[in-house]
């Protein structure tokens, strides 16, 4: 049974689904006004890692994540570097999504734009004028919080101190907490957004970004959706806001299970570029860090703990990284010089199963990655200690095992083909394998001085060749 933390209950529930074995997925994305840093992606690895798991477990899910190509950022944006708000916009989601493949992050079904999914805002805002939970000030409409009971509750937000009615509004698009107020949603135009508006029955203008989430997820996934997810900055306004007016709009519950990941620090403090502690993926790629190993780096700490990333970070990861790799490497030069076909069927059946079932009830823990990685880890151990015993159809099992589990993980075999690219490319420019041949020839003539004399020539051609008992395993240096 898989069990998450619900923000709405503040509980670890069992997950249970609309329909059983089907997942309706609605995520935040991005507003493109700017490059994604660091904090932004750990929230888009986290819900790929959710949803990795969930197919494991063979849900069958369907999910939805905006792109926010229409806001107060992305409208000054445009302005400001006097450009149409498309092509703005266009550049930002072009690097993103370059972002998310580096990434090996697995798109969604659907990334909808908010601004093609304006008819469908304006049909939501006007339903919630029918339900009277609306009022108009200089043609933009508001949400009177006041119209509905539990405003805030997700948030936790003091009740006594809500600011109501138009005194109290906010036009702007994000607010801190203690301007909890009416929020707007649809802005009338004004000169400050140039030539960014529509026309519509409501009027000119253009949406507030809380209504854009509602609007969109609806559309593509029902009035009720399984899980929503994104980051803890977003419980307040922006889930809190979309459940509000959504749920005043249909009367009925909007998603069933809320799930946010923690805040990201960098050398203990909040990310800033004064600090000179912002990051995007390209600045760590500058740096020399491959953008697969910042997966690792972010994925290995529970989606829930506030993650204090520091460059130091990539070395851990790194050891985890080539703990997998190296047993795929010994693996395959194993089941080449294997001449075993019945040994250890059963310990290597054995050691497959317990550790699938770790690792799966792991992850059903709310996504205990960590505990998860733990487990591999220890089946790696076991696997090295005894890969000599093992037959040669056991060994391929062994290693479609690892591949299993990196459905799940997303960062092994991406890793492993580039490595054996490399391998491959370095072996077959120098002709290594000759020298290894022969080499392997002296060895069995007890030729030592000949069989050292080549070792030396292959490692001067930047490979490592470390000897077995009944072959050898080569490497990059």
Known sequence: ?????????????????????????????????????????????????????????????????????????????SIKNNEPLNDYTNFY??????????????LPDLMPKATEHIND??????????????????????????????????????????????SGRLDNDEYAKENASDFVLWKAWTPNDGNVYWDTEIGRGRPGWHIECSAMSMKYLGETIDIHTGGVDLIFPHHTNEIAQSEKATSKKFVNFLMHNGHLLVDGKKMSKSLNNFYTLEDITKKGFDPLL????????????????????????????????????????TIRNSKKEYANTDNVDNLIDECRKKFKDALSDDLNISMAISHMLYFI?????????????KIKEIKEFIFEIDDVLGFVRKFYNA?????NKKTNNLNIYSLLEKREQARALKDYGEADRLREKIINCGLLIEDTKNSYILKIE
């Not at 119209?147 to 805030?152: A, D, I, L």
């Not at 990333?309 to 997998?324: G, N």
């Open 121 to 166: 805002m304006v049909a939501l805002i006007k339903e919630l004028k029918n339900k009277g939970c609306t009022y108009e000030i200089n043609g933009s409409v508001y949400f009177k919080i006041s119209s509905t009971k539990n405003y805030g509750v997700l948030a936790q937000l003091d009740q006594q101190n809500l600011k109501e009615n138009a």
């Open 419 to 423: 490595y054996m690219d490399r391998l």
């Open 294 to 333: 910042l997966r690792l780096v972010l994925i290995k700490t529970h989606y829930r703990q506030i993650l204090n990333f520091t460059l130091t970070d990539f070395e851990e990861a790194k050891k985890i990284l080539l703990k997998f790799i190296n047993l795929l490497i010994n693996l395959d030069f």
């Open 93 to 106: 989601l072009t690097a993103f999504l370059r972002d998310l493949k580096l990434l090996n992050i697995q």
């Open 1 to 77: 049974m898989i069990k998450i933390y619900n923000t709405l209950s503040k509980k670890i529930e069992p997950l249970k689904t609309i329909k059983e074995k089907e997942i309706k997925l609605y995520s935040c994305g991005p507003t493109v006004y700017n490059y994604v840093h660091i904090g932004n992606l750990r929230a888009y690895i986290f819900v790929d890692l959710l949803k990795r798991f969930l197919y494991y477990s063979n849900f069958n899910v369907t999910h939805v994540m905006n792109i926010t190509d229409v806001d107060d950022k992305t409208i000054m944006g």
């Open 381 to 393: 151990k076991e696997v090295n200690k005894s890969m000599d015993l093992f037959s040669a159809t």
